[in-house]
C-alpha cells in the first residue's frame, strides 16, 4: 500500500492548464490548500506503515535561474525535516 501527497491551489485547477499554471497551481509544499501536517498525524494515528509519495510539481518559466530551482528545492527539503520526515 501506498498514499501520495501532492501540494495544489484547487482555486487555480478549475482554469484551462495554461491558465491554472499561470495562477500558480503547482505550488511549493506547505503553501496548498493540503494539510500535510494533519495527514501525517493521521497516517501516524494509524500506525501507517506503507510508502509515501511526496510530490511537488512546478510550472518552469524560460526566465527561472537554476539557483531559484535549488533554492526551492531546498525549501522543500526543509519543510519535510520540520515535520519529522
Known amino acids: 500500500?501506498?498514499?501520495r501527497l501532492r501540494p495544489q491551489r484547487p482555486d487555480a485547477q478549475r482554469a484551462g492548464l495554461a491558465e491554472a499554471l499561470r495562477r500558480g497551481v503547482f505550488c511549493a509544499l506547505g503553501d496548498g490548500d493540503?494539510?500535510?501536517p494533519a495527514v501525517m498525524a493521521?497516517?501516524?494515528e494509524i500506525d501507517y506503515s506503507?510508502?509515501?509519495v511526496v510530490?511537488?510539481?512546478q510550472s518552469?518559466?524560460?526566465d527561472m535561474t537554476r539557483a531559484q530551482l535549488v533554492a526551492g528545492q531546498?525549501?522543500?527539503l526543509?519543510?519535510?525535516a520540520s515535520l519529522g520526515l
Do not use: K
Open 1 to 3: 500500500m501506498h498514499d
Open 34 to 36: 493540503t494539510d500535510i
Open 42 to 44: 493521521a497516517l501516524h
Open 50 to 52: 506503507g510508502w509515501l
Open 55 to 57: 510530490e511537488q510539481d
Open 60 to 62: 518552469l518559466h524560460a
Open 74 to 76: 531546498r525549501r522543500n
Open 78 to 80: 526543509h519543510y519535510l
